[in-house]
């Protein structure tokens, strides 16, 4: 499976941005994703998770309420629409997937993206 995000930029503390993760892989539908984010000098940390099926998603507790991921197995996409950002959601954005059940640890998943930078000036 190959996955490339796409989407982040340079936005004001208080605004939006929409990820996207595009998949190669024609069984898409039948992979959990995931979005981790990895800031400068710290570990690469979860932000959000979804099933194959779009039935169950999991959130970072720094990012519930803001932050919402979705995916279209049609387009073979998966997003994360980020609002209210701060300073600290700066970060290297990556996409990930898994053929097991979605989880927390980036040893859950498979299959990376390159990572799109996001920006937040304050």
């Known amino acids: 499976v190959q996955l490339q995000a796409s989407g982040g930029g340079l936005v004001q503390a208080g605004g939006s941005l929409r990820l996207s993760c595009a998949a190669s892989?024609?069984?898409?539908?039948?992979?959990?994703m995931g979005w981790f984010r990895q800031a400068p000098g710290k570990e690469r940390q979860f932000v959000a998770a979804?099933?194959?099926?779009?039935?169950?998603?999991d959130y970072a507790d720094s990012v519930k309420g803001r932050f919402t991921i979705s995916r279209d197995n049609a387009k073979n996409t998966v997003y994360l629409q980020m609002n209210s950002l701060k300073p600290e959601d700066a970060a290297v954005y990556y996409c990930?997937?898994?053929?097991?059940?979605?989880?927390?640890?980036?040893?859950?998943?498979?299959?990376w993206g390159q990572g799109t930078l996001v920006t937040v000036s304050s």
């Open positions: 892989a024609r069984t898409f539908s039948s992979y959990g």
């Open positions: 979804i099933s194959w099926s779009g039935g169950s998603t």
């Open positions: 990930a997937a898994t053929s097991l059940i979605i989880g927390k640890f980036t040893s859950s998943y498979s299959y």
